[in-house]
Structure formats: C-alpha cells, structure tokens
C-alpha cells in the first residue's frame, strides 16, 4: 500500500500541509503518516538552568500527534493514519525515517525560507 508521509511542527504551514497529504492520501487510496521530531534544547550559562525533562517532551510531542490524528480521521475517517514521534533534528530525522519506510510522497510545509515563499509558496 502507498504511504504518505507528512511532518510538521504544528504551526499553521504546517497543518495546511498535513491536510493537503490527507486530501491526497484520500484521492490515492494511500495511508498517511504524520511525523513529528523534536529534540531537548540545550542550555549553556553560568546561573541555575531549568530544562525541559525528556520524558514531558516526548508525552507533549506524542499527545499533539494523537490531537492531530483525531481531527484528520474526523475529516477523512476511510483513510489510515500513522503517528511517529521521534528525537533528533528534523533534517536528520525524516531523511532517516524516509530512507527505512519508503513512503510514496513526502509533504513537507515550510516556513521562515525568506523571499523563496513569496516566489513558490510554503
């Protein structure tokens, strides 16, 4: 079966991406993978530091995937959605993933690129 893989960061480019992969995964008869990376933020200085423990990471980046999931099979309830949550930085991490599932299509949104969206869009 054909997968769709679509990450995001949930912001709203993001999100209009992943309902652009689920119309496709739709038309195409395909399941839809969406992928969420993150990672621990590393902090440097010289005064007490608090940070984010791993384990609120990973659970607040696995809720928002199955947030998200709930909200895409309301819209499309015939299509079958996979969520993946995964540490690391993104680059990394999709080409990874990407290189061991072999999706069919990646849906990528994309922001903060400069002028280059104004010419092709996010």
């Known amino acids: 079966m054909k997968t769709i893989l679509a990450t995001t960061d949930f912001s709203t480019v993001a999100n209009n991406a992943i309902n652009y992969a689920l119309e496709l995964a739709n ?10 990376c993150f990672h621990v933020p590393v902090v440097a200085g010289e005064g007490p530091i608090v940070t ?6 990973e659970r607040d ?11 895409l099979n309301h819209k499309f309830p015939t299509v079958k959605i996979n969520a993946i949550s995964k540490v690391g930085f993104a680059a990394e991490e999709i080409v990874d993933y990407a290189k061991s599932s072999k999706p069919y299509l990646i849906v990528l949104g994309i922001t903060g690129s400069g002028k280059f969206d104004q010419l092709l869009g996010s």
Do not use: M, Q, R, V
């Open 52 to 57: 984010i423990p791993f384990e609120d990471l």
């Open 27 to 36: 038309d195409l008869k395909a399941e839809l993978t969406i992928f969420h």
């Open 61 to 71: 980046s696995i809720e928002s995937l199955n947030d998200l999931k709930k909200k």
